[in-house]
């Protein structure tokens, strides 16, 4: 079982910047990319940025140049560093951690935290 818990979110300005992070923790699993989502109210979720266990990023259009995701060399923690945050990154964000145990990749999910960018 892995545990994946995020911390970070806030209210801040447009233009502001917040830095949120997530701990996946557990026993009898690699932690292979891990990665933060979003999801507003009345849309669908959507990918903000992806990280491999070897350092290889990913990041949507919409925040590319803004958002640095980033891990440490234990590979179980990521932060997403969000800079020039605009009133459309209002979201509850997510962590995701992808565990492979054997052949198995199973995907676990924060709680979420809130980021609300407000004028």
């Known amino acids: 079982q892995v545990q994946v818990v995020e911390s970070g979110g806030g209210l801040v300005q447009p233009g502001g910047s917040l830095r949120l992070s997530c701990v996946a923790s557990?026993?009898?699993?690699?932690?292979?990319?891990m990665g933060w989502y979003r999801q507003a109210p009345g849309k669908q979720r959507e990918l903000v940025a992806t990280i491999t266990a070897s350092g290889g990023t990913n990041y949507a259009d919409s925040v590319k140049g803004r958002f640095t995701i980033s891990r440490t060399i234990a590979k179980n923690t990521v932060y997403l560093q969000m800079n020039s945050l605009k009133p459309e990154d209002t979201a509850v964000y997510y962590c995701n951690a992808d565990a492979q145990s054997g052949r198995y990749v199973y995907k676990y999910w924060g709680q979420g935290t809130q980021v609300t960018v407000s004028s």
């Open positions: 557990g026993s009898g699993f690699s932690i292979n990319t």
